[in-house]
């Protein structure tokens, strides 16, 4: 009896033993699937976050060929308003002496008649001429007297004076030039404002200063009207 109750605690020990060695497998085993589980789980998230760090990398390097783009669009446009804005400051400039050298026309053209010497008697030398046309008009059956020849040297030079321009007085060239400007309707100026406001929108304030100079140079000084008018013009290409 003593011997079979010792084998029997030997026999209980040991099964304690495995049931205590199977618990401690099964516990590892378990551990084991949630850590395969776990690393299941971390491995697909990686996998998605991987993906989306590929797609906003992609992303960003157009951004940045984009923005080198709009960097090199913008110098341009920078260079492109320097040389309009140098080109408004010379302007004035070259209106200046352009009109330097029409009035330097102008003054030439009026000294014309001042250098033409006061009429007088036809010399002999011109008689022949004179008598020439006597006999012209003869034959044609108009008659023609001694103080008519004067009358005729008279004639011949003032059909020379308006073939060469003489008679034109200074004040007539200065009224011509003045009503030159006037031939251009308000209409087709403001039209004209029109073109030159949208052909240099892009740049801002710059447009309504080069809007100004053409008024300006369209005879419109008066800054109340040129106010109105770039107002319509501003409104109007909305």
Request: net charge positive; aromatic share 4%.
């Amino acid at each position: 009896m003593a011997e079979t109750d010792k084998h029997g605690e030997k026999t209980k020990v040991i099964c304690v033993n495995v049931n205590e060695e199977i618990i401690r497998l099964l516990y590892s085993v378990k551990n084991k699937s949630e850590f395969i589980r776990e690393a299941v789980k971390d491995k697909f998230i990686y996998e998605k976050f991987r993906d989306e760090y590929t797609n906003l990398k992609g992303e960003i390097e157009d951004l940045r060929t984009e923005n080198d783009k709009l960097k090199t669009e913008n110098e341009k446009i920078k260079t492109e308003r320097k040389h309009y804005e140098e080109k408004i400051k010379e302007e004035p400039e070259r209106t200046v002496e352009r009109q330097k050298e029409e009035n330097k026309a102008l003054h030439k053209a009026a000294k014309k008649p001042k250098e033409v010497k006061e009429e007088k008697k036809p010399e002999k030398t011109e008689l022949p001429k004179i008598l020439e046309k006597n006999e012209i008009m003869l034959e044609l059956g108009k008659t023609t007297r001694e103080p008519n020849i004067i009358k005729v040297a008279k004639e011949e030079k003032e059909e020379k004076e308006e073939i060469t321009g003489v008679t034109e007085k200074p004040e007539d060239l200065m009224k011509e030039k003045e009503t030159e400007n006037k031939k251009i309707s308000e209409s087709d100026i403001i039209k004209g404002a029109k073109e030159i406001y949208n052909k240099y929108k892009k740049y801002g304030k710059s447009a309504i200063k080069i809007t100004k100079k053409y008024l300006q140079k369209r005879g419109i000084n008066d800054t109340g009207k040129i106010n109105e008018i770039i107002e319509a013009v501003i409104k109007n290409t909305r």
